[in-house]
């Protein structure tokens, strides 16, 4: 079966400090992959999506990046960062050649810039 | 424009009692809808889809979702509540026109499901 694993669960980091917040799947191969932030317990943001190694999609300009080194790889980052960027982030996957795939989602990481 | 409306930002239920949570759209070709549930601290998971035919689809715990096209709605409703289904639920819609694409997706803000012993 397959299982999503997104860690750290909690983070707390000051500003201007780097972030990497990682994402692997298993269980699948060549999976869509997916960022979102949750702001304040309620709307999803998409971040960025990814359709294979070394492709990324940016859906809002932001102080983040995100890279995708192995098929079931994702990792969030930022170099520096803002007060702005406290929030619940999101890992998620949907299979690939299912014209109507659902999401996986991981359990989440709650990172808090202070 | 595509859209997603989720009007009630709180919904507090009676356990034992039927629950209804509304959500309607707005897409521009006919619309594959979502319904997911996020319990405290974790991530999303999903509940049940409509793509098409039958206008009440049955999902996980109970719940099941009635799509109507005449309103542009498609409200999540469960005959018993139960306090375990306290909750942030979430609709999403997107084109069905386009091919496989959840980055398209359109996400409701979410309603917070209370049910009360």
């Known amino acids: 079966s397959q299982t999503i694993h997104q860690w750290p669960a909690t983070l707390v980091q000051p500003v201007g400090s780097p972030l990497s917040l990682e994402c692997t799947v298993e269980?699948?191969?060549?999976?869509?992959l997916y960022w979102y932030r949750q702001a304040a317990g309620r709307g999803l943001q998409l971040l960025f999506y990814?359709?294979?190694?070394?492709?990324i999609s940016s859906e809002v300009p932001q102080n983040l990046s995100a890279s995708r080194p192995q098929d079931r790889q994702f990792i969030l980052s930022s170099k520096k960062l803002l007060l702005s960027d406290s929030g619940f982030y999101l890992c998620?996957?949907?299979?690939?050649?299912?014209?109507?795939?659902?999401?996986?989602f991981g359990s989440g990481t709650q990172l808090s810039v202070l | 424009a595509q859209s997603v409306a989720q009007p009630e930002d709180q919904v507090n239920v009676a356990e034992g009692n039927p629950l209804t949570v509304k959500c309607t759209y707005s897409v521009s070709g006919n619309p594959y809808l979502f319904w997911y549930v996020q319990y405290p601290n974790r991530g999303l998971q999903f509940l049940l889809k409509y793509i098409t035919g039958d206008n009440l689809v049955k999902g996980s715990y109970g719940f099941e979702a009635e799509f109507n096209k005449s309103q542009t709605s498609f409200h999540l409703k469960k005959p018993s509540a139960l306090v375990s289904d306290s909750a942030l639920y979430f609709c999403?819609?997107?084109?069905?026109?386009?091919?496989?694409?959840?980055?398209?997706?359109?996400w409701g803000a979410g309603t917070k499901l209370i049910i009360k012993p």
């Open positions: 999403a819609v997107r084109d069905a026109r386009k091919k496989d694409s959840n980055y398209q997706l359109i």
């Open positions: 990814s359709v294979g190694i070394g492709q």
């Open positions: 269980g699948t191969s060549n999976p869509n």
């Open positions: 998620a996957w949907s299979k690939v050649g299912v014209r109507v795939s659902k999401l996986f």
